[in-house]
């Protein structure tokens, strides 16, 4: 009985009894033996399983952040080519307003030669900048088109013989800002209420030129006083001999009267034209004047003692000097 082993299954029937003898016992235990290895295979490659799932699901969002980030460095790729584009076309404008031709205009530059061309093109652009603020240029008065042009004509009061007419009447209200056509200073103020001109300032400015401003209401600016361009000086008026409310406006170059249309026509778009319009300007030497004072803005900026240097061929050597 000691080799025999009894298993006794109970039931609602009753009970019974199963003798098993050694060699079943062994089965029995191998079995289990078998089956226990199993669920331990099982469980560990359950457990191994959700790992590589994981795992899976790691490298999906890991290939997902990469392509987004494929996604984003190719837009920043694209943007970055648009903008070294838009540069070069900027690049290409500035030279073309600063009187420089090349031959790959509009297209993306290697940076060493995108900065070459930003520094010659801004010695270019800053001179003719520094020439339209220190030569009259623009219009002084807010537009609202003439009543009178520059030369013979008329008078609109007496009528009787024809006179020359010195400048252009803009027409303007009473009270019409004035503001200053270049840097200069204050030569003359005069409040006249009914004769002439009446009530007239004269700027001063570099290299000969001074305009004029008349038939003004009141006056802002005293004789002596430094002027920015741009500045307010005056309110238009129609004071003096005058036939209605209008800005008299002059410009002289060497006491010498030119035709303000032009003058105030220009502008960096349209640098050029002026030398052809008006050729009574010795705008060579005037060009010269222009490099000289840049290149004292250089060197003063640069903390440089001031040395004499050729001046810039850039406009000097370029405008017609006809006369």
């Known amino acids: 009985m000691r080799d025999k082993t009894t298993i006794t299954i109970t039931t609602i029937d009753g009970s019974k009894s199963f003798t098993l003898g050694e060699f079943a016992k062994a089965a029995a235990v191998y079995a289990a033996i078998a089956l226990l290895v199993v669920i331990l295979i099982g469980a560990f490659s359950i457990y191994f399983l959700i790992g590589e799932l994981e795992n899976f699901d790691r ?38 307003i600063a009187g420089l031709s090349l031959n790959d205009e509009g297209k993306a530059l290697p940076s060493d030669q995108m900065a070459a061309r930003l520094d010659l093109a801004r010695v270019g652009l800053a001179e003719r900048m520094l020439t339209l603020r220190f030569v009259p240029s623009g219009v002084p008065i807010e537009y609202r088109g003439t009543t009178s042009d520059f030369g013979w004509r008329y008078h609109p009061l007496r009528r ?101 249309t032009a003058f105030m026509e220009w502008d960096l778009k349209s640098y050029e034209a002026i030398f052809n319009k008006e050729k009574r300007v010795q705008w060579d030497s005037v060009a010269k004047g222009i490099a000289w004072q840049w290149t004292l803005l250089e060197q003063l900026s640069s903390q440089r003692e001031p040395k004499l240097q050729a001046p810039s061929k850039l406009n000097a050597s370029s405008i017609s000097t006809d006369k």
């Open 59 to 96: 490298l999906k969002e890991q290939h997902k952040a990469l392509l987004m980030t494929s996604v984003d460095f190719k837009e920043a790729i694209e943007e970055s080519n648009a903008t070294l584009s838009e540069l070069s076309e900027k690049i290409a404008d500035i030279e073309s």
């Open 160 to 260: 009787t013989q024809r006179e020359f007419h010195t400048g252009i009447d803009l027409r303007a209200r009473v009270g019409t800002p004035v503001y200053a056509a270049a840097d200069g200073v204050v030569e003359l103020t005069r409040q006249n209420l009914s004769v002439g001109y009446g009530n007239i300032i004269t700027l001063a400015h570099a290299f000969g030129f001074k305009t004029l401003y008349a038939h003004l209401d009141r006056i802002l600016v005293a004789q002596g006083a430094f002027i920015k361009k741009g500045q307010l000086i005056a309110y238009s008026g129609n004071t003096g001999y005058s036939n209605g409310p209008h800005l008299h406006y002059e410009v002289r170059y060497l006491n010498k009267p030119l035709d303000p």
